[in-house]
């Protein structure tokens, strides 16, 4: 005869007590929002142990079940998401339990792996690569029911003792050389180098993530205003334009007049193109697509981006560098981290002001003569 018990306000439990190979063992659920629920989950659990039944699927193996959830979750999440869960899974969570039985993992199994990656990863790295693995194992219990308890729930990570990572930028002298050097170079070569110049100055002075400038029409550019509403995002070849990262990207910010005029010329140019051409170029509604309408790969524009950085003699830094150093000029400039943090799409200042506020050698030299001049 099965227990039920409310263990909380609108959560019941069943606890059922069997012999099985002349050993007793237990297995208990809750979670039940009544009596009723939790009752009748004893009772369907009673007949398969007389009927001889598996409670769960003992021989299911890790791998199998993984496969079975993606399709799954492929039907609920965004395309960019998907792809970051494969990845994990691929990477992370395959290599260590991809051959074990689903009933097999346990939770000392589990920490003693988080620990490992931990050893020569980034916490919070280590945190979104296994998360997946976390939120697979929690639907294997509570929607499909092939476990009775989740061994990943709730574990504690590890104190990360690396450095933070340093964020990389261009002091603003540099950033300027940097541009004059794109801009003498798409001055001599094809359209993609004017096209890679537009971008890598759209960039440096509006902080756009470089899926979100990708995916700029046209018509989300309106006088001196930028709409950002959705982001480029590749995966194989194949390209999907999905919403923001998150909801805080769902944004508007104000351009400078240089950069309006670029833009306006650059639509010009872009105009002139799909006139002089025999045949439609698709997506001519977006600003920054190939003369035949592709839309830009971001491997091109980084293998063009460490080039220009070879000709202006700087550091090999990645395209992101170009938004870090917006952010650093805004805030030099003394503009107030609030703003900045809603023109980068940020969730909140804090993360603004952790990411943001160390780096800057100059605004540290300022703050000390601030604070000479108030003595």
């Given at each position: 005869?099965?227990?039920i018990k ?15 190979n ?18 009748a ?36 999440v965004?395309q960019s ?39 020569h990863l980034?916490?919070?790295?280590v945190?979104s ?8 194992i929690?639907?294997?219990v ?5 476990l ?11 104190k ?32 993609m ?55 805080s ?7 400078d ?25 698709p997506n ?8 035949r ?21 700087l ?36 993360m ?7 780096v800057s ?15």
């Amino acid at each position: 005869m099965a227990n039920i018990k409310e263990v909380a306000k609108d959560n019941w439990r069943y606890r059922v007590r069997y012999k099985k190979n002349g050993v007793y063992k237990e297995v208990a659920k809750q979670g039940f929002k009544t009596e009723k629920e939790a009752l009748a989950a004893s009772i369907e659990v009673e007949n398969r142990i007389k009927k001889g039944k598996a409670l769960y699927n003992e021989s299911m193996l890790v791998g199998d079940y993984l496969k079975m959830w993606i399709d799954l979750k492929a039907r609920t999440v965004k395309q960019s998401t998907l792809y970051r869960i494969k990845k994990s899974i691929r990477l992370y969570i395959l290599p260590r339990f991809e051959f074990y039985k689903l009933t097999e993992i346990t939770r000392l199994e589990c920490i003693t792996w988080i620990n490992e990656l931990c050893d020569h990863l980034n916490v919070d790295s280590v945190k979104s690569y296994v998360a997946p693995f976390n939120s697979a194992i929690e639907d294997a219990v509570v929607e499909y029911q092939l476990l009775e308890s989740n061994p990943m729930k709730n574990i504690k990570y590890p104190k990360s003792h690396k450095n933070k990572k340093e964020i990389k930028f261009f002091e603003k002298d540099d950033l300027v050389y940097f541009l004059d050097i794109s801009k003498s170079h798409a001055e001599e070569n094809d359209f993609m180098d004017y096209l890679y110049f537009v971008l890598s100055t759209l960039l440096s002075r509006t902080g756009l993530r470089l899926g979100e400038a990708s995916a700029l029409k046209w018509g989300d550019w309106n006088r001196n205003k930028i709409e950002i509403n959705k982001t480029l995002y590749r995966e194989g070849k194949s390209d999907y334009i999905n919403p923001p990262k998150t909801q805080s990207s769902y944004r508007t910010i104000v351009i400078d007049r240089y950069l309006i005029e670029l833009l306006k010329n650059f639509k010009i140019k872009k105009n002139e193109l799909a006139l002089a051409s025999s045949r439609s170029i698709p997506n001519q509604e977006y600003i920054f697509t190939d003369e035949r309408g592709n839309f830009i790969k971001q491997s091109n524009y980084r293998t063009y981006f460490y080039k220009m950085c070879d000709l202006a003699e700087l550091p090999r830094l990645s395209p992101h560098a170009l938004r870090h150093s917006h952010a650093v000029h805004l805030l030099e400039s003394g503009s107030n981290i609030k703003y900045v943090s809603e023109r980068l799409g940020h969730s909140s200042i804090n993360m603004t002001a952790n990411v943001y506020l160390h780096v800057s050698k100059k605004m540290e030299t300022e703050a000390i003569s601030m604070y000479e001049r108030y003595f």
